[in-house]
């Protein structure tokens, strides 16, 4: 079974700060997402990469396969990206749509 | 729009009662999955179903139960023999269930032991 840890796992900024939350997994996977849990429960998918960069807006997710490690950055960060940021991981191979989820990193961004 | 729709968004079960939430989609997609969400814990995969009429346990599916009879609904039913029901649950879809598709979530339903 994949392990997928996030750190850090609660994080505070100042509203226009640069975030980074990481994720690393312990077995190879062929697909990783970046989901976004805001206060109300409601979760939104940001991303879904395997390999590379990817960018929408403010936000940008990277993945480095070699390294079983992916990385969610928010530029210009505003109190609206206040949420929980929770990483999930595809294992490779499995013939099953079957996600890892690590426990998500806490983010409040102050004015 | 489109999306997925669960009900209610809070719901209490009182000892040895069957409750059953419910999941709407009009996205037409095939796939559909029950999460459940614990305080400090990562999602974790009660039932999913990728066609209509089929569906497979997953990693927690003991005192759940599940049906598919038609694309868009997939209720969760969490029965009496499910010790420890309260949690945040949620739904969700993709289009057929393959690897590599973006998942789309409901609003997720707390359920709370009275």
């Known amino acids: 079974k994949n392990e997928v840890e996030q750190s850090p796992q609660n994080l505070t900024a100042q509203e226009g700060e640069f975030i980074t939350i990481n994720c690393s997994y312990s077995v190879g996977i062929s697909a990783l997402h970046w989901l976004q849990q805001h206060p109300g429960g409601g979760i939104v998918s940001l991303f879904m990469l395997s390999s590379g960069k990817k960018k929408h807006g403010r936000l940008i997710a990277t993945i480095n396969i070699q390294e079983k490690h992916s990385s969610l950055h928010i530029t210009a960060s505003h109190p609206r990206d206040s949420a929980v940021y929770i990483c999930?991981?595809?294992?490779?191979?499995?013939?099953?749509?079957?996600?890892?989820f690590g426990k998500g990193t806490l983010l409040t961004v102050n004015p | 729009d489109g999306g997925i729709t669960q009900s209610p968004k809070y719901l209490f079960r009182k000892e040895g009662q069957n409750v059953t939430l419910s999941c709407e989609q009009n996205?037409?997609?095939?796939?559909m999955y029950w999460y459940r969400q614990d305080p400090g814990q990562g999602l974790r995969l009660i039932y999913y179903s990728q066609i209509v009429n089929d569906f497979q346990k997953g990693d927690i599916a003991e005192g759940y139960s599940v049906s598919r009879e038609k694309k868009e609904s997939f209720p969760l039913t969490v029965t009496s023999a499910q010790k420890n029901p309260t949690a945040f649950y949620l739904c969700?879809?993709?289009?057929?269930?393959?690897?590599?598709?973006?998942?789309?979530f409901g609003s997720g339903t707390q359920l709370s032991v009275l």
């Open positions: 969700a879809s993709s289009i057929s269930g393959r690897a590599n598709e973006k998942l789309f």
């Open positions: 999930a991981v595809m294992n490779s191979g499995g013939s099953n749509y079957k996600l890892t």
């Open positions: 996205l037409n997609h095939d796939a």
